[in-house]
């Protein structure tokens, strides 16, 4: 299952005293840095739709200007449909067909989290981890925000349960009776390569109670030792039927007894990070605040590429 726990460190009064240390000798940049590294470990272990697209850095010359917008844009090129080739008799000339490159644009936005304030001289009692109370109160949030817009996206681009997708004229969000069985699953991953596309799916998305589901499953379901393995550790991230399974805490996101699937990142869209999470630190007075924040973009540019059962 998902963990969030952090490695055994040194003494929390140690690390919370030497933290204040750095702010009361004006050493900013030395604090944020410290909180920095620990908050984009934590940032790309959780979040499952970082996972499913795995993010990349880009720089402001990688920038594209638009006349209808002052935000920062990235256009990005798509693959272009082709006809297929045809059997002609000899002496007969190819047909012309202009060339077009299809585009698609990652428009970019800014997360951040609450400003969070306290007293100096109220954190030097503290047992507990001063980087973990930081660290906390920003990534919650902010791993939420990016999660809830990836999948309210997903949601978008399926339409609805039953509902054909105008882009490929298939129905990717389909209900599958017979609650959580193997069967079923196998079934559920008939959705994407019936599709025009032909893809095929990469990761599944479940949550951490549907999962249960697939640890009821006895020898004669999933076969093997694998079975006995399931009843004594439970389950872990795996394989099963030849794609990845992630599980997810969010159950408000991915609701029980529903899997999202999705293709391989190059056939499915883009992230991109123009800003990592960064944690601004300021002390004024006795008072400490701060709040993360950071600047990313992501697109589904090939709704081919995510489909979703209910079962």
């Known amino acids: 299952m998902p963990s969030t726990q952090t490695p055994p460190g040194p003494g929390s009064k140690q690390v919370n005293n030497a933290f204040i240390g750095m702010l009361e000798q004006g050493l900013e940049k030395q604090a944020q840095d410290a909180v920095n590294d620990y908050i984009r470990v934590k940032m790309r272990e959780d979040g499952f739709g970082r996972r499913i697209i795995p993010p990349v850095q880009i720089t ?12 920062p844009v990235k256009v990005i090129d798509k693959e272009p449909s082709s006809p297929g080739a045809i059997s002609v ?58 999660d809830g817009k990836f999948i309210l996206v997903c949601n978008s681009l399926l339409v609805g349960q039953g509902s054909t997708v105008p882009e490929t004229g298939s129905v990717q969000w389909q209900a599958i009776a017979g609650g959580v069985t193997r069967e079923t699953i196998a079934e559920s991953m008939k959705i994407m390569p019936s599709t025009p596309n032909h893809l095929n799916v990469s990761t599944v998305l479940v949550n ?46 991915v609701p029980d007894a529903t899997l999202f699937h999705f293709a391989e990142p190059k056939f499915l869209g883009k992230w991109l990070i123009l800003e990592d999470t960064t944690m601004y630190i300021d002390r004024k007075a006795y008072m400490l605040e701060f709040f993360a924040y950071e ?11 995510v489909t979703r059962a209910d079962f």
């Open 89 to 146: 008799p000899f002496a007969t000339q190819p047909i012309n067909r202009y060339i077009r490159g299809p585009r698609f644009r990652v428009m970019f936005d800014r997360i951040l989290t609450p400003r969070f304030t306290k007293d100096i001289d109220e954190l030097r009692t503290y047992d507990m981890d001063i980087r973990q109370i930081l660290s906390d109160n920003s990534i919650k949030d902010m791993l939420a925000e990016e």
């Open 60 to 71: 402001n010359d990688e920038l594209d200007r638009q006349v209808d917008t002052d935000k």
């Open 295 to 305: 600047s990313m973009g992501a697109a589904i540019a090939n709704v081919a590429g």
């Open 208 to 253: 951490n109670v549907t999962i249960w589901d697939v640890v009821k499953f006895g020898r004669d379901e999933i076969g093997g030792d694998l079975s006995q393995e399931l009843f004594e550790r439970g389950f872990a991230e795996r394989e099963i039927m030849g794609v990845q399974w992630i599980i997810t805490i969010k159950r408000d996101l």
